[in-house]
């Protein structure tokens, strides 16, 4: 759909943030219209995945437009459903919590307009935290919740919005294709391994995408000072990631629009690290 691709360069034009707020909708409506989909209002990982009659009742614990689902049978076998384990009402009130830090920038917009099944996994322990979403799949992800722990509501608002954007990109690119030789990798900061390009792109798109976030985030008038000094700290780790994939927008295995929005994140972020510099530089000679 060549309406997707002008958008998308329109709002790089522009300097949109990262989320590029509004396009999901087009993005959502468009992919409903498609002749496989079945009906937006019957979405339920399960139902997508065949685990259950199309027009069969799904459990459904509906919360700000999303919904808490069972785990599905296919992934029994690698996360171990939370959900189930946990209290419902320590949950809704987790996610409504991260949500609220959504709305900095309209990245909250995003979320609930792409993610509508949310799968709750336990992580591996205290201050560790999962979240994955799966191409195959338009708009499920799954997430750990770690409500009560130090900074719960900022590492569940990132694995939010991360598993969004992974999600928003996959939509992209069903119309604009980003990558031109599959067989290309690159180094991935993320997973610390040769990766191909179409990773290395989503793992840029994402972080940047929430950098951009933790910097509106940072100047939000409610936020404590010790979720500033998490904020800081989670910024300058992700600055050392981004600065790993610098080159990728000269990649040849890329596609010019992918060249395009590779260059449009890093030089972004660049300036944005200036700014940022800048202004403690400021704060210091204060």
Same mark, same amino acid.
């Given at each position: ?18 989320? *590029? ?16 989909? +079945? ?47 946990? $209290? ?64 719960? +509501? ?5 694995? /939010?919005?991360?598993?969004? &954007?992974?999600?928003? /990109? +996959? /939509? ?24 191909? *390009?179409?990773?290395? &792109? ?13 910097? /509106? ?6 936020? $404590? $000072?010790?979720?500033?000094?998490? *904020? ?15 080159? &990728?927008?000269?990649?040849?295995? *890329? ?5 395009? &929005? ?25």
């Amino acid at each position: 759909m060549a309406e997707i691709g002008v958008q998308l360069d329109a709002r790089i034009a522009a300097g949109e943030p990262f989320w *590029l707020p509004g396009l999901a909708d087009a993005l959502v409506e468009e992919f409903w219209s498609t002749p496989q989909a +079945t009906t937006q209002a019957g979405y339920t990982t399960a139902r997508w995945l065949g685990e259950m009659p199309p027009l069969a009742d799904a459990p459904r614990n509906s919360h700000e437009g999303l919904t808490i689902e069972p785990l599905p049978k296919a992934f029994h076998g690698r996360f171990r459903d939370a959900a189930a384990m946990g $209290s419902h009402a320590a949950i809704r009130a987790a996610i409504d919590a991260a949500l609220t830090q959504l709305i900095a920038g309209d990245a909250g917009q995003m979320v609930t307009r792409l993610v509508r099944a949310i799968h709750v996994v336990e992580a591996l322990g205290p201050g560790y935290d999962i979240s994955h979403s799966e191409p195959s799949i338009p708009f499920s992800i799954f997430v750990s919740v770690p409500a009560g722990e130090r900074h719960g +509501t900022l590492r569940l608002a990132e694995s /939010l919005l991360h598993e969004a &954007l992974h999600l928003q /990109l +996959t /939509l992209i690119e069903r119309h604009v294709p980003m990558v031109r030789d599959t067989t290309a990798t690159g180094y991935s900061p993320w997973q610390r391994s040769q990766r191909p *390009l179409s990773g290395l &792109l989503h793992g840029l798109y994402v972080f940047a995408g929430i950098d951009q976030w933790l910097t /509106l985030l940072d100047a939000a008038p409610l936020i $404590s $000072s010790e979720d500033c000094i998490c *904020l800081t700290r989670r910024r300058a780790e992700i600055a050392q990631e981004i600065a790993a994939v610098a080159t &990728l927008g000269n990649a040849p295995g *890329l596609t010019p629009t992918g060249r395009h &929005l590779a260059r449009w994140l890093l030089q972004s972020h660049e300036r944005a690290g200036d700014r940022l510099h800048q202004i403690a530089g400021e704060r210091a000679d204060s």
